[in-house]
Nanobody
């Protein structure tokens, strides 16, 4: 069983930066592709970014392209989400997921989720 633990959320002003981390432990599946999704109150979960097991393939949601960067440290079994130029509309709980099918925007492809980390951007 793989466990995912997100960290790095917080309260920041618009224009600031944050870096989220998603640490994996457990079985070897922790090296799988992983993705970040977010969910704001009253809204559906939204795809943010995904990265393949090798880090070669990366995908981004349209609303974060050019501002967010996903990366991974294989040795640490950790995936990062660098978030720059944050906007109030980025406010949400950010979840890290483990994909069974490579880097994908489809939430259905993710089998394991972390508990989430809150990001609040004040304007």
């Amino acid at each position: 069983q793989v466990q995912l633990v997100e960290s790095g959320g917080g309260v920041v002003q618009a224009g600031a930066s944050l870096r989220l981390s998603c640490a994996a432990s457990g079985r070897t599946f922790s090296s799988n592709a992983r993705g970040w999704f977010r969910q704001a109150p009253g809204k559906d979960r939204e795809f943010v970014a995904a990265i393949s097991s090798t880090g070669i393939v990366v995908l981004y949601g349209d609303r974060v392209k050019g501002r967010f960067t996903i990366s991974r440290d294989t040795a640490k079994n950790t995936v990062y989400l660098q978030m720059n130029s944050l906007k109030p509309e980025d406010t949400a709980v950010y979840y890290c997921g483990l994909s069974q099918y490579g880097a994908t925007q489809n939430e259905v492809g993710y089998s394991t989720w972390g508990q989430g980390t809150q990001v609040t951007v004040s304007g």
